[in-house]
């Protein structure tokens, strides 16, 4: 494995970050600018019009193949791009619609489903949010409970989700109902597109200790669905929803972000000039551990791009890389003392509070997408071949 760029792929890297640097305004993802769900109306107006100029260039959809709107990039470019996105903190990802939804109705979706769905979101004309967990299906998503009964050429839902993100400002929701209540948890669900107009749809907002109101709940009342919007083969969403799942494992940006803000804590302590060893230590063994959650990411590309499927690798980067987030924030606070605790509304507040917000939603890193237990025993069973018992 060599983890060196081609010429090419560096030349890609200053393209993007000459582009982001000219497109955002200066200071982005400082207090000054962001696009958090409390930012104000003109913040967000700018990275809309961001995201649809990397639209205009393909660079939304990079690795999709070119007939459904891509470039049909390889993985180490996607990999590049998602690198220096993240690293300037730009709001260039495309979110569900692009990461989840397209790659999965490429390989599942029908004709019609991929005509009529795949050039809005690639345009970023169509926003989408994820209706898998219930209230009593976290980790055990097969457990869920909510209903679709075939009635005529439609599905009626009756259901609740739980931490639907996005859900209150989503155009569509991909949803996974129980279809066949009799059949083993695993083989009685199919995978839906839901259109989030449709009647009988709730959306409360679920305000959590960052104040965002991100997460939502839905509760769906005979929401009617119809049957051109299932995915893949009726009772067998399971398997269609592992494949959104795969797709979901395997960014780099988690942990490049989260090098920004190690750059940011060590650059704060290189000014005070008063820096304990002990600082200095945690500073050089965090930076050696950010590098090991950089290399892990790189190998998951690189298997992509070989052809290969990196299911428990792509499982190792996304436990490594949260565990770390973890360890980082608490770390990261320890460092700036008691003014780093002040959040971002406060003018005093350390690095704008920027590492309190941070270090209130690290948790929610080890459980989103897979909690670091779900991801432990992928690693044993299909990296190292351990019995289930």
């Keep these: 494995m060599d983890f060196r760029f081609t010429a090419a792929e560096e030349a890609f890297r200053d393209e993007v970050r ?3 640097r000219a497109e955002l305004p200066a200071g982005w993802g400082s207090r000054a600018y962001n696009d958090r769900e409390d930012a104000p ?16 260039r393909g660079w939304l959809t990079l690795a999709w193949p070119k007939e459904h709107g891509g470039l049909g990039a390889g993985p180490m470019q996607q990999l590049v791009y998602n690198e220096e996105m993240s690293a300037l903190r730009a709001p260039g990802f495309g979110g569900t619609g692009v990461a989840m939804v397209g790659p999965t109705l490429m390989l599942h979706g029908t004709d019609e489903q991929r005509a009529r769905f795949l050039g809005p979101i690639a345009r970023n004309e169509m926003s989408w949010c994820q209706g898998f967990s219930e209230p009593g299906a976290g980790s055990d998503l097969a457990s869920l409970q909510a209903r679709a009964v075939q009635d005529g050429d439609d599905f009626v ?10 859900a209150h400002k989503s155009d569509y929701c991909i949803l996974l109902a129980r279809t066949d209540a009799d059949a083993p948890k695993h083989k009685g669900i199919s995978y839906f597109l839901m259109d989030m107009k449709s009647p009988g749809i709730t959306v409360a907002p679920l305000t959590n200790m960052l104040d965002s109101g991100a997460f939502s709940q839905l509760f769906m009342d005979s929401v009617r669905i ?3 919007n299932l995915v893949g ?34 650059a704060w302590a290189r000014t005070r000039g008063d820096a304990s060893p002990s600082v200095r230590h945690k500073l050089a063994e965090l930076g050696i551990e950010f590098t090991v959650g950089r290399l892990l990411a790189y190998r998951v590309a690189w298997m992509q791009g070989q052809g290969l499927v990196p299911n428990s690798e792509a499982s190792v980067a996304k436990l490594y890389s949260t565990e770390l987030q973890s360890r980082f924030s608490v770390a990261a606070l320890a460092i700036l003392g008691l003014r780093g605790l002040l959040t971002r509304a406060s003018a005093h507040a350390t690095l704008d509070g920027r590492l309190t917000s941070y270090y209130l ?9 897979g909690t670091s237990e779900v991801q432990r025993n992928i690693i044993a069973q299909r990296g190292l071949g351990l019995p289930r018992d």
């Design 157 to 166: 839902v009756n259901g609740q989700k739980i931490w639907t993100s996005g």
């Design 18 to 20: 000459a582009f982001v």
């Design 226 to 228: 119809p049957r051109a």
């Design 233 to 266: 083969e009726l009772n067998r969403g399971w398997y269609v929803a592992t494949t959104t799942l795969d797709f979901e494992r395997s960014g780099i940006q988690r942990i490049v972000f989260a090098q920004t803000l190690l750059d940011d804590v060590t």
């Design 361 to 369: 939603a690290a948790v929610s890193y080890t459980i989103a997408a």
């Design 41 to 56: 109306p003109e913040h967000r107006a700018a990275a809309n019009a961001f995201q649809r100029k990397l639209a205009e």
